[in-house]
T-cell receptor
């Protein structure tokens, strides 16, 4: 069974608008972490944002916020005021269990295209 | 401060050949990881290390070996390359008490 599901293979958004990229996860472990990474066409993996399972508030990093809904097991990434440079592949990932190994499980990714 | 570097950036191998991919980090991180990325499948963990001299298997370890003789280096070996190992390989590192993994630029490997 998929542990991390990203159901949107591709998304389009108009420049300056907000966009939500969906991510659902599956785990029975009470301790886990959720991450979003960006992969531009140049290929590098860029860390965007992290949410711990015990964190009470949604994580925010500049224009990025993580909409964490624990009961629904979702961890959607919200990008506000999209920019052309946001066009990239976005991966949701989960660290399952305690962080002593830090192993990540990745989703299949969502390609975001920002239109001028 | 270079972060995480990977050598080589690109390599073409023939089936049955061997090679070693080098990952180096200058952040004094304890944890290091090797992932592979195939089209449409996201990243999958091959092997990882929780400290110098330690290694452990990840999700897809078959056909690969690793070594962590020095804290700053994590080597990934392919003893007998197969076309199924054509992929982009990423190395990552993480500090103790930190959550974020920092990735290298990737190595593109083509096995013919």
């Amino acid at each position: 069974a998929q542990k991390i599901t990203q159901t949107q293979p591709g998304m389009f958004v108009q420049e300056k608008e907000a966009v939500t990229l969906d991510c659902t996860y599956d785990t029975s472990d009470p301790s886990y972490g959720l991450f979003w990474y960006k992969q531009p066409s140049s290929g590098e993996m860029i860390f965007l944002i992290y949410q711990g399972s015990y964190d009470q508030q949604n994580a925010t990093e500049g224009r990025y916020s993580l909409n964490f809904q624990k009961a629904r097991k979702s961890a959607n990434l919200v990008i506000s005021a999209s920019q052309l440079g946001d066009s990239a592949m976005y991966f949701c990932a989960m660290r399952e269990g305690p962080s002593n190994t830090g192993k990540l499980i990745f989703g299949q990714g969502t390609t975001l295209q920002v239109k001028p | 401060n270079a972060g995480v570097t990977q050598t080589p950036k690109f390599r073409v191998l023939k089936t049955g050949q061997s090679m070693t991919l080098l990952c180096a980090q200058d952040m004094n991180h304890e944890y290091m990881y090797w992932y592979r990325q195939d089209p449409g499948m996201g990243l999958r963990l091959i092997h990882y290390s929780v400290g110098e001299g330690t290694t452990a298997k990840g999700e897809v370890p078959d056909g690969y070996n690793v070594s962590r003789l020095k804290k700053q280096n994590f080597l990934l070996g392919l003893e007998s390359a197969a076309p199924s190992q054509t992929s982009v390989y990423f190395c990552a590192s993480r500090g103790t008490g930190q959550e974020t993994q920092y990735f290298g630029p990737g190595t593109r490997l083509l096995v013919l």
